[in-house]
C-alpha cells in the first residue's frame, strides 16, 4: 500500500499466476438466500498486484459451487483494468491516491486525458450500482500485494467498527497507516459511511498471496456476519492458514512515527530491514545527507521500510497495542468521553475537513500525555504548523450513517 511504483514494470509472462488477457470490472456478484450486509472487495487498485483478482474468482467459484448458507451480498471488482493489462503499478498516477476530497467533487467533469481518472469514473459508477437499493451495513476490503516479502498483514483506520470487524482477521492489524496516505479509496469509503480494512497479502507473484488473499475474503464474510463459521469449512481453514502466517506477531500495532523523505535527502535504508523487525533504542536504520544516520528513537518496529524506488515515505514506526488498551479505548468512547476533551489545557475544538471533527492543540500549553489521550478517543492525523498542531476524528465511529453518500 505505502510502497513506490516499482523501477521497471513486472512482465506478465514471467507470472507465476496464469496471466489473464482481459480483466472485468465486475468480478463476481454471489448473493446468500437471506438479505444482509454487502461486502465489497476490491482487487488490482495497483495494476502490478493482481493476487487479489485470482483470489476473488477462486472464492467465487467455491460459493458457486457450494452454495453455503450465507446472508448478504459479496461483490469482487477489479481495480486499475487499465494498468492490469499491461502489468504496471499505474499508467498515468496511482488511482489508490485519487480519492481526496478536492478532487472527487470535480471527477465527473475532469477532463485531463490520464487513464486513471476514466478508471476511478468507471469504479466509482460501479460501486454506486453495487449499493444502490442496498441497506447494509457496508464493509470493503482493498486487496493488495508487495514488492518486498513478508507477514502478511492488515491496515484499519482506528475506528471501534474496524476494530471490530478486523477481529476476524488473525494477522497484524495495524492502526494508523492507512491514515498517513491520502487519497486512498479505503478512506474516501470510510468517510462515507463503510467498514474498512487493508490487507497486505505478501510478495506480488507469490502464489501464497492468492491463498492469502482467498483467506481474507473468506474471513470477511464472517466478520460481516455473512457466513458463519461453525457452517464454512472455508472460513475455519482461512483462520488456520492466517493464524499459520503471523509467525508470533503482535495481534495489534499503532503507528506512531512516520520519516517522510524527499528525493534531494538521498534517504537509504540499511540492508536488512523486514517488515515488523523488533528495533532497539538509538538503532541506525537509515542514512540520508542531511542527518547522515537516522535513528529510530525508541523500542519500535520497523513498517514498510523503503528499498526499492521513489516515495514520500523512509519507513514507519510502530508499537504493540495492548488488549487492554483496546478495551479501555472502546469504553471511553463509548462513554463519550471525547465530549470534555477540549477542557484539557492547551486543547480547543475547531471545525474539521469534511465533517470530522478536530482539535487544535497548542504545544507550548499542551502536555506529552495527550497524545496517548488522544489516540485512545480515536483521534490521529496530527499536522504539526509551529507552535501548534491538529488532530482529527474519523466519522462514523461507533455508528454507521443513515445512508451512505458516495
Ligand atoms: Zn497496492
Redesign the pocket.
Known amino acids: 500500500?505505502g510502497e513506490p511504483p516499482p523501477a521497471t514494470s513486472l512482465n506478465p509472462a514471467s507470472s507465476t499466476a496464469p496471466a489473464l488477457q482481459h480483466y472485468s470490472r465486475v468480478l463476481g456478484r454471489y448473493e446468500g438466500q437471506q438479505p444482509g450486509p454487502l461486502v465489497l472487495c476490491v482487487g488490482g487498485?495497483?495494476g502490478n498486484?493482481p493476487a487479489g483478482i485470482h483470489a476473488l474468482q477462486q472464492v467465487f467459484e467455491i460459493l458457486q459451487s457450494t452454495q453455503p448458507k450465507m446472508r448478504g451480498t459479496l461483490v469482487g471488482l477489479s481495480g486499475n483494468i487499465r494498468a492490469l493489462e499491461v502489468g504496471t503499478r499505474f499508467i498515468d498516477h496511482d488511482l489508490?491516491r485519487a480519492w481526496k476530497p478536492s478532487r472527487m467533487e470535480t471527477l465527473e467533469s475532469l477532463n485531463d486525458g490520464c487513464a486513471e481518472t476514466l478508471e476511478q469514473r468507471e469504479l466509482l459508477a460501479t460501486i454506486r450500482t453495487m449499493v444502490r437499493g442496498q441497506r447494509g451495513p457496508f464493509y470493503f476490503l482493498d486487496l493488495?500485494?508487495?514488492s518486498a516479502e513478508g507477514e502478511p498483514f492488515a491496515c484499519i483506520g482506528d475506528t471501534i467498527r474496524n476494530r471490530k470487524f478486523a477481529q476476524s482477521f488473525p494477522v497484524p492489524v495495524i492502526l494508523g497507516l492507512e491514515e498517513q496516505l491520502e487519497g486512498a479509496l479505503l478512506e474516501h469509503l470510510n468517510n462515507a459511511g463503510m467498514i474498512t480494512m487493508g490487507f497486505e497479502a505478501g510478495q506480488h507473484r507469490a502464489t501464497s498471496s492468492v491463498s492469502n488473499h482467498a483467506a481474507a475474503i473468506w474471513r470477511a464474510l464472517v466478520g460481516a456476519r455473512c457466513l458463519r463459521e461453525s457452517e464454512c469449512p472455508q472460513a475455519r481453514d482461512a483462520a488456520k492458514l492466517l493464524e499459520t502466517s503471523r509467525n508470533g506477531l503482535p495481534r495489534w500495532l499503532g503507528v506512531r512515527y512516520r520519516h517522510a523523505i524527499t528525493e534531494a535527502d538521498g534517504f537509504q535504508m540499511r540492508p536488512g530491514y523486514r517488515n515488523f523487525r523488533p528495533l532497539q533504542p538509538h538503532e541506525i536504520v537509515a542514512d540520508d545527507q542531511i542527518a547522515g544516520g537516522i535513528r529510530a528513537n525508541y523500542k519500535s518496529r520497523m513498517i514498510l521500510p523503503l528499498y526499492q524506488g521513489k516515495g514520500d515515505d523512509g519507513f514507519f514506526l510502530a508499537l504493540e497495542i495492548h488488549p487492554a488498551w483496546l478495551a479501555t479505548s472502546r469504553w471511553m468512547r463509548r462513554l463519550r468521553f471525547d465530549r470534555a476533551i477540549h477542557l484539557l489545557p492547551g486543547v480547543r475544538r475547531i471545525r474539521g475537513g469534511h465533517g470530522q471533527e478536530a482539535l487544535h492543540v497548542d504545544r507550548r500549553i499542551a502536555r506529552w500525555f495527550l497524545v496517548e489521550i488522544f489516540h485512545l478517543l480515536g483521534f490521529r492525523k496530527r499536522r504539526i504548523h509551529g507552535d501548534h498542531f491538529l488532530v482529527e476524528r474519523r466519522k462514523f465511529d461507533l455508528k454507521g450513517p443513515p445512508h451512505l453518500e458516495l
Open positions: 500500500m487498485i495497483h498486484e489508490n493488495h500485494t508487495s
